[in-house]
């Protein structure tokens, strides 16, 4: 390795030119330089992004998916009213005396469009309104009756848009049942003893509200398989064969994460993160929990180790539940400084999270740069979320701590958020990190298999060496395309989900990189 080294800077472009030309330059070479090519030439960058594979979405709220104009669609079909001054969504009748019209009327009045749109996103946001912070937090409660009927068509939209953007893998946090299980907790209280308080819920009904939850799952996909015509072929009598249909959603595989809602009294934050522990044992398509609604908020700071006490109990319980946490989406001034210190590394140590979301504030924890050995060393991936860390906290360029988790090894996944409020998506994001960081392409490629290595779907990894991106010996030397898995290949992948998205993604991969 030392010659390679002697090499003057000037001649590099010489010796690959020299390694094209004897053959030995792979696809995955071209791809890397076709895009150095483009780096700078954002429109062919966003094209390249756009089409480039990308594993899986880690951080996806479905609700802040969806993107305002669908509910305001959905709102008009409800018939709901919106009221003109705040653009807040509300259950007929419509009262005209408090300014109140039928959200239909938004279709022919293109102000109020715009307004709604506006107040359901970030969308030509002005910060002299109110702080950006606020502004999007806010937007949920003023859309929210619209997603009550519509999980279905929320689901449809947020998959064929993954599916779309060359995603294999979708986990969207979602709280199916929240509503029954919250009033179990109300008749049940607070006590201080977990394991009483379990047992408690248990008996007061939590196994209804489990299946429940689970005959909600059933519903929003048969609503979203119907709509993306999933699993469709061909009508009688058609001259060419039965195939599935071309709705590239179709082909992602979802899986749902449990968003316990850590604003509420203490006893219904339990109930909720004990409903997601059972739900995750009785179905195999909720494969984890987390917590959200505002970090910075008074509950969720001032309750945070109660909290993790309880993510601690109920570990103990059901050990072999997924556990991922929000955790470090503050900043200076948004928090006491104190507040800054310990929410990452107790989320891992306490609240046992294998993964977490956001990390912002990780260089103004105690010790940041032992707790970036740590996350490194316990393979402790973080879902990195550029454009709302901006939007929300502030924080960009290089007071991002992205380049801090790369320079000590720690493994990352870009992730979207809330891309409907956000009015982004996966390959904007995948562009902003590029831009701002200048990542290589190898390391875009990294970050979208780490998607999967670190997603919770079940069974072996496909890969021996996810460092090395070794294969395991049953399927060394294969190439995922177009050759399907044969003998002791397939029989590993038909044991293990996991290894078989990770194989669909390096068919993508494989596929994509023949074009250069």
């Not at 910075?296 to 309750?303: E, F, G, K, Q």
């Not at 956001?358 to 924890?365: L, P, R, S």
């Not at 010790?367 to 939007?391: F, Q, W, Y």
């Amino acid at each position: 390795m030392r010659q390679w080294r002697r090499i003057a800077p000037n001649s590099w472009s010489l010796f690959f030119l020299a390694v094209a030309a004897c053959g030995a330059e792979t696809s995955e070479d071209r791809t890397a330089r076709y895009f150095e090519s483009v780096r700078t030439q954002p429109s062919l960058l966003l094209a390249f992004l756009r089409d480039m594979p990308k594993g899986g979405d880690l951080h996806n709220h479905l609700f802040g998916a969806v993107y305002a104009e669908s509910y305001i669609d959905f709102a008009a079909r409800d018939g709901l009213c919106v009221d003109r001054a705040s653009a807040r969504l509300l259950p007929p009748p419509c009262n005209a005396d408090k300014n109140q019209v039928p959200a239909a009327t938004a279709l022919t009045d293109p102000a109020l469009y715009r307004q709604m749109i506006d107040a359901y996103s970030m969308r030509d946001f002005q910060a002299s309104q109110q702080p950006a912070h606020d502004h999007f937090f806010n937007a949920f409660s003023k859309f929210g009756a619209a997603t009550e009927k519509r999980h279905g068509e929320m689901l449809a939209e947020v998959v064929a848009r993954a599916g779309a953007e060359n995603e294999v893998y979708l986990e969207l946090m979602t709280g199916p049942a929240r509503g029954q299980v919250i009033r179990v907790a109300k008749d049940v209280g607070w006590d201080e003893d977990l394991a009483r308080l379990r047992q408690k819920l248990l008996a007061q009904g939590l196994a209804e509200a489990v299946a429940a939850g689970r005959r909600e799952l059933d519903e929003e996909e048969s609503r979203m398989r119907e709509l993306l015509g999933c699993g469709s072929v061909a009508a009688p009598g058609a001259t060419h064969p039965a195939t599935p249909t071309s709705n590239p959603g179709c082909g992602v595989t979802v899986r749902y994460i449990y968003d316990v809602l850590r604003g509420l009294p203490p006893e219904q934050v339990f109930a909720q993160m004990l409903l997601a522990f059972e739900l995750a044992g009785a179905d195999r398509r909720l494969v984890a929990l987390n917590l959200v609604m505002p970090e910075d908020a008074y509950i969720p700071m001032r309750d945070f180790d109660l909290h993790m006490r309880m993510l601690d109990h109920l570990h103990s319980v059901y050990p072999r539940v997924h556990i991922t946490l929000h955790a470090g989406e503050l900043a200076p001034g948004l928090v006491p400084p104190e507040g800054l210190r310990f929410h990452i590394r107790r989320s891992m140590e306490k609240g046992h999270a294998e993964r977490i979301g956001h990390g912002v504030d990780v260089m103004h924890e105690d010790d940041p740069l032992g707790l970036l050995r740590e996350m490194a060393g316990h393979k402790v991936l973080v879902e990195i979320c550029l454009t709302s860390n901006d939007m929300i906290l502030g924080v960009r360029g290089m007071d991002h701590p992205l380049p801090m988790y790369l320079r000590y090894g720690v493994p990352l996944a870009i992730s979207t958020d809330d891309e409907g409020v956000a009015r982004s998506d996966l390959t904007w994001e995948y562009k902003r990190a590029v831009e701002t960081y200048s990542l290589a392409y190898t390391q875009l490629k990294k970050m979208a298999r780490d998607s999967l290595e670190y997603s919770f779907l079940p069974g072996s990894s496909f890969w021996s060496s996810p460092e090395k991106s070794t294969p395991v010996a049953d399927c060394a030397g294969i190439e995922p395309y177009p050759r399907p898995a044969s003998g002791p290949c397939r029989r590993f992948l038909e044991g293990s989900e996991k290894a078989r998205v990770q194989w669909k993604l390096e068919a993508q991969f494989s596929q994509f990189e023949k074009q250069f």
